[in-house]
């Protein structure tokens, strides 16, 4: 049986990317690494982290660039935010983790567990 890598968007110079990727090599799980400052993400891609988790949980809201873009003062709803992720995929908390039909956002090292062991819950 083959293993499925576990696919980890993020940037080389991201500290919390690093993070997973030594997180999944220690457990000698096997990894696909997307560099995002490379290439971004594609819409569709994007929609399924968004299903799964909600535009929400995929925004970085202590990020430079929300910041920057006054977004913590509006009130946005999930259609719109996931518009403004399309655009500028800066504003993405990282790293994005997933393994089949499980996904994970930002550092969260019980779902990577459960990545991990191929728990899709």
């Known amino acids: 049986m083959v293993e499925i890598p576990v696919q980890i968007?993020?940037?080389?110079?991201s500290r919390e990317t690093r993070r997973a990727e030594r997180y999944f090599k220690e457990?000698?799980?096997a990894i696909a690494?997307?560099?995002?400052a490379?290439?971004?993400m594609s819409p569709?891609?994007?929609?399924r982290f968004a299903d799964r988790l909600g535009a929400?949980?995929?925004v970085d809201r202590e990020g430079k660039r929300f910041q920057e873009l006054g977004l913590a003062w509006l009130?946005?709803?999930d259609?719109?935010?996931?518009r403004r992720l399309l655009d500028d995929q800066r504003l993405l908390r990282l790293p994005l983790v997933r393994r089949g039909d499980a996904f994970a956002a930002g550092v969260d090292e019980p779902a990577w567990k459960r990545l991990v062991a191929g728990d899709p819950a």
Do not use: H, P
Request: proline letters at 0%; charged letters at 40%; hydrophobic letters at 40%.
């Open 9 to 13: 968007f993020g940037r080389k110079d």
């Open 27 to 29: 457990r000698r799980t």
């Open 33 to 36: 690494f997307v560099d995002l």
């Open 38 to 40: 490379v290439r971004s």
């Open 44 to 47: 569709t891609e994007l929609r």
């Open 56 to 58: 929400g949980s995929l």
């Open 75 to 77: 009130q946005i709803d």
């Open 79 to 82: 259609a719109d935010l996931l």
